[in-house]
């Protein structure tokens, strides 16, 4: 079997799909025989392990509504009988009207606390290029997991959205995965390139001898068994469940591997089962192995099961499909497995392309760049100009006020007063403190004359 492209998934069981999406490791016990217990009404149902977080940039709400809708028995026993079709057509989105009033109040809240948080992202995005006049409820419309136009309460509609751009994004999340991933290893191209420029004859040689040293080191490992197959599977069923590999038995292996008990394996509990085909090529203490192409390879390794054994495409194995897999030949005599060493990941034309990318990259952002130098020097110059004329200013005032003492008129104090009197004028307060007669001495020249006796005025 030859590694094949990720078809577009055609339908997908979201909303159990995210309930069972669970961390899947591997069990040395035999879960067909421990018992689950009884659910009380109105609490969580709490989960072996962790939910895997979806990677969607509203991952904490569609977290946070299915934790909640699983506390309401009566919607809770809605999505495990649900098919697909119900789901994609919205029919269980209908069944909110009929769960608990504490239930709709607790998804009121969320929604609301959704909606502010979206508009912190927008005010966010629109402070960075200065723009004024925001229009939040236009740009909620470009949210597409909740209605903008009701943002106060969750209703079906709310639901119907959210599952309808999950599964969308979901459909698409591998395959950006792997652009992204290709754009990495680029990149890491580009940067080496880069670095070789700048040595000199003697270290470059040296460097690419180090470089081709390590990918052969890299290579050097042991084969690796086609994802899937019964060779692969027996060495988990050996070296990760601890049993007897001549006993090996597709039913119980499968039954081991279904972490969460649901009767599927989901895209973690099949990533799962390669952490031994990985770790015979990767290693995080060596310097030659790269765990970003160590997730990359995980993710090729399911994509592949996953287009040889989900007949219906709904990102689920069923015990039927995977026992419908094991009696094919490939399962038996499968081609070997290439790992991401032994393929070209991308073309010296598409190398070329990029480069040029991240070249137009850099000449709008020098661009930019020159653009706020000049901005900043231009109000450096504004604050040099505006620092000069504040000191003309004052020494404009310091002038007129030494032309001032010079002509005998006193300066002036801050409420327009003087600061001092010219001699022979005093304040109506000194007069009446020294009235005529009193204590205090007379100008020169100035006789006083003597006080009237009231008893000697004739009439």
Same mark, same amino acid.
């Given at each position: 079997?030859?590694?094949?492209?990720?078809?577009?998934?055609?339908?997908?069981?979201? /909303?159990?799909?995210?309930?069972?999406? *669970?961390?899947?490791?591997?069990?040395?016990?035999?879960?067909?025989?421990?018992?689950?217990?009884?659910?009380?009404?109105?609490?969580?149902?709490?989960? $072996?392990?962790?939910?895997? !977080?979806?990677?969607?940039?509203?991952?904490?709400? *569609?977290?946070?509504?299915?934790?909640?809708?699983?506390?309401?028995?009566?919607?809770?026993?809605?999505?495990?009988?649900?098919?697909?079709?119900?789901?994609?057509?919205?029919?269980?989105?209908?069944?909110?009207?009929?769960?608990?009033?504490?239930?709709?109040?607790?998804? #009121?809240?969320?929604?609301?606390?959704?909606?502010?948080?979206?508009?912190?992202?927008?005010?966010?995005?629109?402070?960075?290029?200065?723009?004024?006049?925001?229009?939040?409820?236009?740009?909620?419309?470009?949210?597409?997991? =909740?209605?903008?136009?009701?943002?106060?309460?969750?209703?079906?509609? !709310? @639901? !119907?959205? =959210?599952?309808?751009?999950?599964?969308?994004?979901?459909?698409?999340?591998?395959?950006?995965?792997?652009?992204?991933?290709?754009?990495?290893?680029?990149?890491?191209?580009?940067?080496?390139?880069?670095?070789?420029?700048?040595?000199?004859?003697?270290?470059?040689?040296?460097?690419?001898?180090?470089?081709?040293?390590?990918?052969?080191?890299?290579?050097?490992?042991?084969?690796?068994?086609?994802?899937?197959?019964?060779?692969? @599977?027996?060495?988990?069923?050996?070296?990760?469940?601890?049993?007897?590999?001549?006993?090996?038995?597709?039913?119980?292996?499968?039954?081991?591997?279904?972490?969460?008990?649901?009767?599927?394996?989901?895209?973690?509990?099949?990533?799962? @089962?390669?952490?031994?085909?990985?770790?015979?090529?990767?290693?995080?203490?060596?310097?030659? #192995?790269?765990?970003?192409? /160590?997730?990359?390879?995980?993710?090729? /390794?399911?994509?592949?099961? /996953?287009?040889?054994?989900?007949?219906?495409?709904?990102?689920?194995?069923?015990?039927?499909?995977? *026992?419908?897999?094991?009696?094919?030949?490939? +399962?038996?005599? $499968?081609?070997?497995?290439?790992?991401?060493?032994?393929?070209?990941?991308?073309?010296?034309?598409?190398?070329?392309? +990029?480069?040029?990318?991240?070249?137009?990259?850099?000449?709008?952002?020098?661009?930019?760049?020159?653009? =706020?130098?000049?901005?900043?020097?231009?109000?450096?110059?504004?604050?040099?100009? =505006?620092?000069?004329?504040?000191?003309?200013?004052?020494?404009?005032?310091?002038?007129?006020?030494?032309?001032?003492?010079?002509?005998?008129?006193?300066?002036?104090? $801050?409420?327009?007063?003087?600061? +001092?009197?010219?001699?022979?004028?005093?304040?109506?307060?000194?007069?009446?403190?020294?009235?005529?007669?009193? #204590?205090?001495?007379?100008? $020169?020249?100035?006789?006083?004359?003597?006080?009237?006796?009231?008893?000697?005025?004739?009439?």
């Amino acid at each position: 079997m030859k590694w094949l492209s990720v078809l577009p998934q055609q339908c997908l069981l979201l /909303m159990t799909c995210l309930v069972m999406a *669970l961390e899947a490791v591997p069990i040395d016990i035999d879960k067909t025989k421990v018992k689950g217990e009884g659910h009380v009404e109105g609490e969580k149902v709490e989960n $072996p392990v962790f939910l895997k !977080d979806t990677g969607l940039y509203y991952d904490e709400y *569609l977290r946070q509504v299915i934790d909640v809708l699983e506390t309401d028995k009566h919607f809770r026993e809605k999505l495990q009988t649900a098919d697909i079709e119900e789901i994609k057509s919205g029919k269980l989105s209908r069944e909110l009207d009929l769960v608990s009033h504490h239930v709709r109040t607790r998804l #009121d809240e969320l929604k609301r606390q959704e909606v502010a948080r979206l508009r912190m992202l927008i005010k966010a995005k629109m402070d960075s290029v200065q723009d004024t006049g925001i229009d939040h409820q236009a740009l909620l419309k470009q949210f597409e997991h =909740l209605n903008h136009q009701n943002p106060d309460t969750f209703e079906p509609k !709310d @639901l !119907d959205m =959210l599952i309808k751009a999950a599964t969308s994004d979901l459909e698409n999340y591998d395959k950006t995965r792997h652009e992204e991933f290709k754009k990495y290893e680029m990149m890491k191209e580009h940067e080496r390139r880069e670095y070789l420029k700048t040595l000199d004859e003697e270290k470059r040689k040296r460097e690419e001898s180090k470089f081709e040293e390590m990918k052969k080191k890299h290579g050097d490992h042991p084969k690796v068994h086609h994802p899937g197959s019964k060779d692969q @599977l027996k060495e988990v069923w050996e070296e990760a469940d601890g049993l007897d590999p001549n006993e090996f038995d597709p039913k119980t292996f499968f039954k081991l591997h279904d972490v969460n008990n649901d009767g599927f394996l989901d895209e973690q509990e099949l990533e799962a @089962l390669f952490t031994k085909e990985l770790e015979k090529v990767y290693d995080p203490k060596n310097e030659e #192995d790269d765990m970003v192409e /160590m997730e990359e390879e995980r993710l090729r /390794m399911r994509e592949h099961v /996953m287009n040889e054994v989900d007949i219906n495409k709904d990102r689920l194995v069923t015990l039927e499909e995977f *026992l419908r897999a094991t009696e094919k030949k490939e +399962f038996l005599e $499968p081609d070997s497995w290439e790992t991401l060493d032994q393929q070209q990941l991308f073309t010296e034309d598409e190398l070329k392309e +990029f480069e040029n990318h991240i070249s137009q990259q850099e000449d709008e952002l020098r661009k930019k760049a020159e653009e =706020l130098q000049k901005q900043k020097e231009e109000l450096q110059r504004q604050h040099d100009q =505006l620092q000069a004329q504040k000191q003309e200013l004052q020494q404009v005032v310091k002038q007129m006020e030494q032309k001032k003492l010079q002509q005998g008129n006193p300066p002036a104090g $801050p409420a327009g007063e003087l600061k +001092f009197q010219p001699p022979g004028e005093h304040k109506i307060g000194d007069a009446a403190k020294h009235p005529v007669g009193g #204590d205090q001495p007379l100008p $020169p020249g100035h006789v006083q004359e003597p006080a009237v006796r009231t008893d000697q005025v004739h009439p």
